[in-house]
């Protein structure tokens, strides 16, 4: 166990969760609770007959249905947005990390109350950080205003999630625990949050891929992302998302899977220098590190190579370059030699030791 002599401040924001099959069926007694009645709902193109959904349960309660939410949270599409958002007292967001993405910066720019039914792993509802793009480059910013009121976990949600994504999108969540066993600013209770939704993955995930349709399964998943979602929030990420950033911004890999592709060898990278805050993950996944997350992966039908991701074999030495450059704070020290080396073994799919 973390000693702490020192003291440490948990940094969780006040939050209302609900986990559990049909608790979106209380979705109208939410948004009645925080004294408001005009909700302005979010979904993705994708989602929209979804959000339509949510907005014939709230019935009067419900201001409109913007359903324009994209990837890495366009300015332009949230200046609509909160044009939309006139007259509205409180945004429900239904959707993945986009959607959510989306209320947050409208919150940030309104601060309208938020409540979220999350459809993905990804555990952006559980955050006080909102990304968002502006000509093309995409920031990051921490405030409490864009941290969501209310989070309504129902599995029924995410049990439409089709199985490819349910695999990566666990495997993001799951980066996020990994990389908050060894962060500069762990504590004792981000072990155990990291811990807990570690757990809750390795023990859910096969259950929902052997079958999509397990509430059950697909429960204990949500609870893993909520664990694995806050600690995202509480403490500070290292090489594993500095890397996602980089593929992700620079060149224009999918979310999900460029996380699902890099975790073991991020991983397997910093076990020898965090050897004794990611001994759980060895124990939990068998064998070492890397390897382990490798195999849990590689078992659910994971992507795992970065060259069946679209990132060509010629990108690899700039993507290195970029890695190194404003590193984030990282157990072991990034350079660039090694970084080069994890990237061809990343974009090649081969397994680490
Ligand atoms: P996403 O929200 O982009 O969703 C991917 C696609 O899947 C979309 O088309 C979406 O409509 C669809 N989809 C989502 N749930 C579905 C369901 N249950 N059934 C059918 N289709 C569904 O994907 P994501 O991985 O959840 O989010 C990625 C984004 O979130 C990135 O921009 C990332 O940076 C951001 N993010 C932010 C934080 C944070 O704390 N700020 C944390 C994690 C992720």
Same mark, same amino acid.
């Given at each position: 166990?973390?000693?702490? &002599?020192?003291?440490?401040?948990?940094? &969780?924001?006040?939050?209302?969760?609900?986990?559990?099959?049909?608790?979106?069926?209380?979705?109208?007694?939410? $948004?009645?609770?925080?004294?408001?009645?005009?909700?302005?709902?979010?979904?993705?193109?994708?989602?929209?007959?979804?959000?339509?959904?949510?907005?014939?349960?709230?019935?009067?309660?419900? &201001?409109?249905?913007?359903?324009?939410?994209?990837?890495?949270?366009? !300015?332009?599409?949230?200046?609509?947005? $909160?044009?939309?958002?006139?007259?509205?007292?409180? %945004?429900?967001?239904?959707?993945?990390?986009?959607?959510?993405? /989306?209320?947050?910066? %409208?919150? /940030?720019?309104?601060?309208?109350?938020?409540?979220?039914?999350?459809?993905?792993?990804?555990?952006?509802?559980? +955050?006080?950080?909102?990304?968002?793009?502006?000509?093309?480059?995409?920031?990051?910013?921490?405030?409490?205003?864009?941290?969501?009121?209310?989070?309504? =976990?129902?599995?029924?949600?995410?049990?439409?999630?089709?199985?490819?994504? +349910?695999? +990566?999108?666990?495997?993001?969540?799951?980066? @996020?625990? !990994?990389?908050?066993?060894?962060?500069?600013?762990?504590? #004792?209770?981000?072990?155990?949050?990291?811990?807990?939704?570690?757990?809750?993955?390795?023990?859910?995930?096969?259950?929902?891929?052997?079958?999509?349709?397990?509430?059950?399964?697909?429960?204990?998943?949500?609870?893993?992302?909520?664990?694995?979602?806050?600690?995202?929030?509480? !403490?500070?990420?290292?090489?594993? @998302?500095?890397?996602?950033?980089?593929?992700?911004?620079?060149?224009? /890999?999918?979310?999900?899977? +460029? &996380?699902? $592709?890099?975790?073991?060898?991020?991983?397997?990278?910093?076990?020898?220098?965090?050897?004794?805050?990611?001994? #759980?993950?060895?124990?939990?996944?068998?064998?070492? !590190?890397?390897?382990?997350?490798?195999?849990?992966?590689?078992?659910?039908?994971?992507?795992?190579?970065?060259?069946?991701?679209?990132?060509?074999?010629?990108?690899?030495?700039?993507?290195?370059?970029?890695?190194?450059?404003? #590193? =984030?704070?990282?157990?072991? #020290?990034?350079?660039?030699?090694? %970084?080069?080396?994890?990237?061809?073994?990343?974009?090649?799919?081969?397994?680490?030791?």
């Amino acid at each position: 166990m973390r000693t702490f &002599h020192a003291g440490f401040e948990p940094g &969780h924001p006040p939050v209302r969760v609900c986990l559990g099959a049909g608790v979106r069926a209380g979705i109208g007694a939410e $948004v009645v609770a925080l004294g408001l009645s005009r909700a302005l709902v979010l979904t993705t193109p994708q989602q929209a007959a979804q959000g339509e959904a949510v907005c014939a349960q709230l019935g009067a309660l419900a &201001h409109g249905l913007f359903s324009r939410a994209a990837m890495h949270t366009p !300015v332009e599409i949230t200046e609509a947005a $909160v044009e939309a958002a006139r007259g509205a007292d409180c %945004i429900v967001a239904i959707g993945g990390g986009s959607t959510i993405g /989306l209320g947050k910066a %409208i919150a /940030l720019r309104t601060d309208l109350p938020q409540i979220v039914l999350p459809t993905t792993y990804a555990g952006s509802e559980a +955050t006080p950080v909102l990304g968002q793009t502006a000509n093309g480059v995409k920031e990051t910013l921490r405030s409490p205003k864009v941290q969501p009121e209310v989070i309504l =976990y129902d599995p029924e949600l995410v049990a439409t999630l089709p199985v490819g994504l +349910t695999v +990566t999108s666990g495997l993001n969540a799951m980066a @996020h625990a !990994v990389e908050a066993l060894y962060a500069r600013d762990a504590n #004792p209770l981000s072990d155990q949050l990291a811990l807990g939704g570690l757990r809750a993955f390795r023990e859910g995930l096969p259950r929902v891929v052997a079958d999509p349709g397990n509430l059950a399964a697909r429960e204990s998943t949500q609870f893993g992302s909520w664990l694995c979602g806050t600690v995202l929030g509480a !403490v500070g990420m290292a090489l594993h @998302h500095k890397l996602c950033h980089t593929l992700g911004g620079s060149f224009d /890999l999918p979310h999900a899977e +460029t &996380h699902a $592709v890099l975790l073991p060898h991020s991983a397997a990278y910093n076990a020898g220098a965090a050897a004794r805050e990611l001994a #759980p993950v060895a124990e939990l996944f068998g064998g070492s !590190v890397g390897g382990g997350l490798y195999d849990f992966a590689a078992a659910l039908g994971a992507p795992l190579a970065l060259r069946d991701l679209g990132l060509a074999k010629a990108d690899l030495d700039r993507a290195a370059d970029l890695a190194v450059k404003n #590193p =984030y704070w990282n157990p072991r #020290p990034v350079e660039r030699g090694a %970084i080069r080396a994890l990237l061809q073994r990343a974009w090649e799919g081969a397994r680490p030791q």
